[in-house]
């Protein structure tokens, strides 16, 4: 056994290794800050099925492969559909963004808080966009090293250091541009892969496709809370993301529309087959979180083939987390629009991002901002077109981060979960944090009103 551990290692040192070196080489170079930041080349920008594939590989990253497996492994096809349904936001953000863009004029979500809300508003949702590119670096890698040995040990640390280091390598080469060129190659690789690995895994004929997705019940005591969740923080969740929304201001409005409703679309389809290794997992007697064993049981061709899929969509992620930070700094908050500056800021992030793996887990749960932190956003970006007064903003924003807060820390009166099963904490904090958030962003609004009729009155 411990001999086939060795050589399934060594063959994932092969894959990392050289599928980066493969990218870094056909990857295209970036000599503009036209290509480096916003993926145009010779005025051209990405067309539907780059922009699609791009979005879609960004967003099926490593961390959420591993959830889909896990949650499908513990409620069965009902995990797997409840969290394919936070790829609800794509079609909800390219919707905003459509109009936002076709009826706004604004050419960056960044541009659009500016007008509306001022400079404090972007400062403020700036911090939490970088804290969430800050987690994107090591929420990936941390997977990653757990295919070459157990936390801490210096297998886990070497893998996590030479793939992010060989992912910057060709990130810094083109930004953006050579982001969007490898999701497309890293979305066939993982469509071809994920087919190979289900293919393989029915063939067994261990368990039938009528059997996996009528393994569990939609029920509240099997996880049917985290779906209504999930749908709730569709709403607000893909405006925290610059991975998702840099690239919704870079092609043409339709292009844009079509290619977010498509990656919507395609990315729950991905999310729910990739939960059906967990399902066979559970069918077959393992625990959640155990697909390495589980991957083992089938061979070591299935073992790497699942490895893989994990390298290339952490790869996918990794490099639109170094390119969205780099916009950020440099064309967002204005501090250098330069390719020089540019490829410096994703050095930081990915030096940045992977230091709190070699701290304590309490570190890293410190650093997480949660789907249920960023629900202040519901009202700002759903109800864009309502003139609201620039306190709102702070105001919505601040009571999402306070709820999502509460939460982390169990802290959130047990008398407000109207029923009961696994994250039914989740759901009804969201479900009267959404409506706060929402009523306390119009509140303002009404005051200015009312105080216009009381002024109105006393004039007459």
Known sequence: MATLIENIQFWQWVLVIGSSLILFFISPLATTTAEFFKANTKGKSPNWILLTGSLVISWVFAKSIANAAILGNKFGMVGGVAYGTYYLSFIIGGIVIYYLRKKGGFSSIHHFLNFKFGRQAIVLFSIVVAFRLFNEVWSNTMVIGSYFGDQGSTPYYSSIIVFTALTLAYALKGGLKSSIFSDLIQMALFAILLSVILGILFGKKESSFTEIVTTGTFSWDNGLHLLFAAALQSFSYPFHDPVLTDRGFISSNKTTLISFILAGIIGFICIVLFSFLGIFGKLNGFAPGAIKDFG?????????????????????????????????????????????????????????????????????????????????????????????????????????????????????????????????????????????????????????QNHAKTKEISTQ
């Open 296 to 448: 083992l049981t089938f061979g070591p061709l299935v073992l790497l083939l699942i490895n893989f899929i994990m390298i290339v969509s952490a790869a996918s992620t990794l490099d639109s987390t170094f390119s969205s930070f780099s916009k950020l700094l440099a064309m967002d908050l204005k501090l250098g629009d330069t390719l020089k500056f540019g490829r410096i800021t994703m050095i930081i992030i990915a030096i940045a991002g992977t230091m709190p793996l070699f701290f304590s887990p309490e570190i890293l749960s410190a650093t997480t901002i949660s789907g249920t932190m960023v629900i202040g956003l519901t009202p700002v970006f759903i109800f864009w077109w309502i003139p609201v007064p620039k306190i709102s903003f702070f105001l919505s924003v601040g009571i999402g981060i306070m709820m999502g807060t509460l939460l982390s820390f169990d802290l959130i009166p047990k008398q407000l979960f109207l029923t009961e099963g696994p994250y039914n904490d989740l759901l009804w904090t969201n479900v009267f944090g959404i409506l706060i958030c929402i009523s306390i962003y119009f509140l303002p609004l009404l005051f200015i």
